[in-house]
């Protein structure tokens, strides 16, 4: 008998994806269908949409058995939509994330997951020789991307080229361990998973991919920057000899966080029951309980 896949649990964020997450899903759902020979399921995790999201995901869903997702009808933010996710890592022996836009094609995730047996995490890079752009960022954008690195180096120490790209997987063991560490709600959250997979011990293994940039990015420069900045600086406070101090910092930091309009973490929601949740049990049960 030939040895299946492990199960694996895709998470997709998504805020007012309408326009655009339609053709990523179903280019996912096909390809692994086609692909994988182990358990799959994306979970989309629907993060305060305010237009048509929704709609088109039960549209995929209601053709693709191996599709559900989960819903906020308030704004959490992309880290916040992912520590939501993250939560069903019990479910699958791996636990991926891409991004709603489709930069990541399905076959450069599949990628990372080939080499899931070298790493307890294993992310994405654009920055590594070898990495494949069709369609680059701006100007600005790899500008603001390398101060930011700079940034997270010299604070972190992590010794990552790219902590920004959006297709990570991490092992169900790493997920578990770390998730109460997660605190990050905006998109600076890579910084905060990684920081905790790297805290805890386990190897994260950075892989050359292929990528293209996608227009309709959420990122605004100016304000997007501020809220990472303050983001990364306020996760060094925590892990250092001075968090005692930072509650007394909590009323500026919320202040800062509503003025920049960011989503700033709040004590961890009940875990909802996504759409469709049966799919997610079946992820983890062994094949020869269901023949």
Known sequence: ?????????????????????????????RYFRANYQGKFVLLVVLNGCRDNTRAVVERVASENPNLCFVEFHEPIGKGGALIEGLKYAPLADFIGYVDADGATAPAAFHDLIKLADQADCVIAS???????????????????SRV??????LLFWMDIRDTQCGAKIMSRAAVQQIHSSLCIADMAF????????????????????EWTDKAGSKVVLGRTSLTMLLSV???????????GLFRLFHPIEEWAYMKLRAPLR????EKKEPEKAKELEQAKEPDDKKQ
């Open 1 to 29: 008998m030939a040895q299946r896949d492990p199960s694996l649990l895709l998470l997709i964020p998504a805020y007012n994806e309408a326009d655009r997450i339609e053709p990523v899903l179903t280019d996912y759902a």
């Open 126 to 144: 654009r920055w590594l020789p070898g990495a494949v752009l069709h369609q680059s960022q701006t100007q600005q954008r790899r500008f603001a």
């Open 148 to 153: 930011f690195h700079l940034i997270v180096q």
């Open 190 to 209: 890579d910084i905060n998973l990684l920081y905790a997979v790297k805290r805890a011990g386990f190897k994260i293994l950075e892989v050359p991919t």
């Open 233 to 243: 600086l306020r996760l060094r406070v925590i892990h250092s000899p001075f968090r």
């Open 266 to 269: 709040r004590a961890p929601e």
